[in-house]
């Protein structure tokens, strides 16, 4: 059994999950600042260094998606922001709290859904929400708040169920609803939409959005990289290495150091012709590339603006533009990019003679 968490105190005994968290008690706390932070954040398993380095910040009323590939370190960066792990150097605080020094009554602001499920089996899908309402002393009007919930995840319908009869996805839902069962200010929530259909990943995600309309937070993983465009902010892991923190659009931006437009030329630029329009003004970078005979992909500052000079630019080279459309970059395409582009440059740091 791990030994690494603390376990609730509280009667009848909980399910034995290390990632559970503590009983807090309801309470406000009207600090200003940032809800997160985190600087230097490392955690090492063994001789690896799972999470590096990590330095953030998380504001009121924000939703910052931490996006990486399994093994990334989404998890453990988690539980170390939920006070569940102990960091092996760095800091990380939580209303000003490190957090593994909260309060009771700061644990109660805090919402969290942990990547495994801890639930009690035994009992039905209503009465772990009810188990779990009565943890966070939530006396009033919990009835119709636990309805609404069930309700939120589609689970109403199935609310006798009992949990060991309940499906994988079933559980993750009811886990969900059990993470906002208080009301949190602030909610850690490890891949909250992992094998959830579209639709009901849609409405989880309007929730989220609303949640922090009004001023809550919440750091939510997920692999599905499109998400990242529900976030106000979006951490890219790889490695256990926080790549970017930016919004989404400049996640797109960063992927090409700008916007991408592709033009069809009327013939086949010879390379000469290419160097040529490279070494404009507009083009970044002298980025173009040849993606077809007469077509060609170029990174630019703006889109918008390069649509209307691009014409003239290319005439005076002797070449005409049949066609000129912006590349919309997805997050995708831009995910892979920059994380290729990180590990190539770790490459050309790291020679053969490293491991030093
Ligand atoms: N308790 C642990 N002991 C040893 N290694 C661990 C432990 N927890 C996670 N890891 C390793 O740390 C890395 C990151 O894991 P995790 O944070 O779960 O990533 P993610 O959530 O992005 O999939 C993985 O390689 C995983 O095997
Ligand atoms: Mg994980």
């Known amino acids: 059994m791990p030994t690494t968490t603390q376990q609730p105190r509280i009667d009848p005994s909980p399910p034995t999950s290390p990632q559970m968290l503590p009983p807090p008690r309801v309470g406000t706390v009207g600090e200003a600042g940032p809800l997160v932070v985190t600087d230097k954040l490392t955690k090492t398993f063994g001789d690896r260094d799972v999470v ?4 953030l910040r998380l504001e009121r009323g924000t ?27 760095g800091t990380v605080t ?22 495994t499920p801890a639930l009690f089996p035994e009992l039905s899908l209503r009465e772990n929400l009810n188990f779990h309402a009565s943890m966070y ?21 199935q609310k006798s169920t009992r949990v060991s009869d309940a499906s994988g996805g079933m559980q993750r839902r009811l886990s ?19 094998g959830i259909d579209p639709i ?17 937070s919440l750091v939510v993983t997920t692999q599905y990289v499109g998400e990242a465009g529900e976030c106000d902010l979006v951490g890219l892991l790889s490695d256990g290495e926080l790549l970017l923190l930016d919004t989404p659009d400049n996640l797109r931006r960063a992927a090409f150091s700008g916007e991408v437009v592709d033009v069809t030329l009327d013939r086949e630029p010879t390379d000469a012709e290419l160097g040529a329009i490279a070494a404009m003004d507009f083009v970044v970078g002298d980025s173009i ?28 080279v002797g070449l005409e533009a049949r066609d000129v459309r912006e590349h919309k970059v997805d997050y995708d395409e831009a995910f892979v990019r920059v994380v290729e582009r990180h590990r190539q440059q770790r490459a050309a740091e790291t020679p053969a003679e490293a491991n030093a």
């Open 289 to 316: 590339e040849r993606l077809h005979d007469r077509q060609v992909r170029i990174v630019v500052d703006s889109a918008e603006r390069s649509m209307l000079d691009i014409g003239a630019a290319l005439s005076s």
């Open 63 to 89: 939703i910052l998606g931490l996006i990486g590939p399994s093994g990334s370190g989404k998890t453990t960066t988690v539980r170390l922001m939920a006070g569940l792990l102990k960091p092996t150097r």
């Open 52 to 55: 590096n380095d990590l330095n």
């Open 94 to 115: 939580v209303f000003g709290t490190p957090a593994t020094k909260l309060s009771a009554r700061q644990r109660g602001m805090i919402g969290f859904l942990p990547q």
């Open 200 to 216: 009901l990943r849609a409405k989880f995600w309007e929730r989220f959005r609303a949640m922090a309309g009004t001023g809550k």
């Open 137 to 157: 002393g939530l006396p009033l009007r919990r009835r119709k708040r636990i309805k609404e919930l069930l309700e939120w995840v589609e689970l109403r319908d």
């Open 176 to 194: 969900l609803a059990a993470a906002f069962v208080q009301d949190p200010t602030l909610a850690f929530l490890d891949e909250p939409t992992a």
